[in-house]
């Protein structure tokens, strides 16, 4: 018995999702189309509850990082007793094994079928906060970039910057090692080479080696996660709704400046991988990339105004800047953020 989480438009659209059911068998799935573009705990425990009650022996998730997400948390509070608050809150710990999960991504970008956080967002009291347990992983990630096809052109930029930006936090983060930075760099190399190509013709050459260069993104920040651009990403989505992918990466280019000076030994692979052979040369390809796909590199542009930046800044989730391999403060956030009015 198979507990399918998906969204609510895009597969039935398709038709995938007729075919997945029909594969499978009508009477042998149950069927949670309810997965929305920022998750909340409130959903999560629905979600959880009818997977329960449904009697499943497997969870699957056909869609992007919400849909995945969504059936991670389910998966692993299924097998669990409570509301996934008192998960988050510490109040109760995850200890039984997850139902086995099986994670089909539709967007290239979350590498959520790789990794063991489930994302939440709590909207009205505007938190950014989750699930996250080695009990968590997928037990299965089928990536077939056929899936990603479907995929319009805003959809394919956020969701390969999120991908890509983590590759850059990864790469720079004082957590990272000789593994986590071989596959950070080819993920930068393979989003350099095709990310532009992926949101403009949307061919199946450049939406593969899209598919390949986020799994692999979230395979190498599972032991080197995502930091500062993630930490200031969350307020601008929580506060002025500002998609996940375009919201990490509007910082990514202040945020290599300044660690470059820190990680210079590191600096020559990293060029290699964006083709280039000097910082400025770097942060030149990213704005690039950044433009061809349709994506925002000022602030301003988002909606943000000047005098919002204390709002911002007290926001950013501060906890994530421990692993940077130096200290920052808020007068110097603040200076950085300034740059990209």
């Known amino acids: ?6 969204g609510q438009t895009y597969l ?3 038709g995938t999702l007729s075919k997945i059911v029909e594969s499978i068998g009508d009477s042998r799935v149950t069927l949670f189309d309810r997965a929305l573009p920022f998750p909340t705990p409130g959903l999560v425990d629905e979600a959880s509850e009818a997977c329960s009650k449904s009697s499943s022996d497997v969870v699957v998730a056909v869609g992007g990082g ?3 997400d969504l059936g991670k948390a389910a998966a692993i509070l299924s ?4 509301e996934v608050r008192d998960y988050i809150n510490g109040e109760s710990k995850l200890v039984h094994n997850s139902l086995p999960f099986i994670a089909v991504p539709t967007t290239s970008g979350s590498s959520s079928e790789v990794t063991s956080g489930s994302t939440l967002w709590d909207m009205t009291n505007k938190r950014s906060t989750g699930l996250n347990s080695p009990l968590m992983f997928p037990t299965a990630a089928i990536v077939d970039p056929e899936l990603t096809m479907s995929m319009n052109q805003n959809l394919a930029a956020v969701t390969g910057m999120d991908a890509f930006t983590s590759a850059f936090e990864s790469y720079w983060s004082t957590e990272s090692g000789s593994i986590s930075d071989t ?3 080819d993920v930068i190399r393979l989003f350099n080479e095709n990310l532009v190509a992926s949101c403009v013709a949307g061919d199946i050459e450049s939406r593969s080696s899209c598919a390949l260069a986020a799994t692999m993104s979230g ?3 599972s032991n080197s996660p995502p930091n500062v651009c993630h930490a200031i990403g969350s307020p601008l989505t929580l506060y002025w709704g500002v998609e996940h992918g375009q919201a990490v990466g509007i910082t990514l280019v202040p945020f290599l400046r300044w660690v470059a000076p820190v990680i210079e030994h590191k600096l020559p692979a990293l060029y290699g991988a964006l083709g280039v052979s000097n910082l400025e040369a770097a942060v030149n390809r990213i704005q690039k990339i950044m ?6 590199t000022q602030l301003s542009n988002l909606g943000i105004g000047v005098d919002e930046m204390d709002l911002l800044i007290t926001n950013i989730r501060w906890d994530r800047m421990s692993v940077l391999p130096r200290p ?3 007068n110097e956030t603040t200076e950085l953020l300034q740059s990209i009015f």
């Open 1 to 6: 018995r198979v507990f399918l989480v998906t």
């Open 12 to 14: 039935r659209e398709s």
């Open 66 to 68: 919400s849909a995945l």
């Open 79 to 82: 097998t669990h007793k409570g």
């Open 183 to 185: 596959f950070a760099l």
């Open 219 to 221: 395979v190498g920040y």
């Open 291 to 296: 433009a061809l796909c349709g994506l925002e």
């Open 328 to 330: 920052i403060d808020r």
